[in-house]
């Protein structure tokens, strides 16, 4: 069974760039027809995509946050990375680790989350 879990700081300083990881069992991040997303929910508010990356590393980004995000993988340790850099305490939320499959864009499988607090 394929699992996720973000992992990372759960407070960050304003104007600090925020670094999270998703561990991936279960399967391999390589696997043709996939792809790995970031999401986030700040509180209070709706879900927001963040980007993706898919099997082969290509990456593609929410225009809003394009300029101040990076995601890439590690693919020796099956394991995907998101930084955020100049963060603000708007960027405060939980942040999700989510697979889709990229046929049908159906998320199927999603991390537990985890909160990141933006505050100093």
């Known amino acids: 069974q394929v699992q996720l879990q973000e992992s990372g700081p759960g407070l960050v300083k304003p104007s600090q760039t925020l670094s999270l990881t998703c561990t991936v069992s279960g399967g391999a991040i390589t696997t043709f027809s996939y792809y790995w997303s970031w999401i986030r929910q700040p509180p209070g508010k709706g879900l927001e995509w963040i980007g993706r990356?898919?099997?082969?590393?290509?990456?593609v980004y929410s225009p809003s946050l394009k300029s101040r995000t990076s995601v890439s993988r590690d693919t020796s340790k099956n394991q995907l990375t998101l930084q955020l850099s100049s963060v603000t305490p708007e960027d405060t939320a939980t942040y999700y680790c989510?697979?889709?499959?990229?046929?049908?864009?159906?998320?199927?499988?999603w991390g537990p989350g985890t909160q990141v607090t933006v505050s100093s």
């Open positions: 989510v697979r889709a499959y990229q046929v049908t864009n159906w998320y199927d499988f």
């Open positions: 990356i898919n099997y082969s590393g290509s990456t």
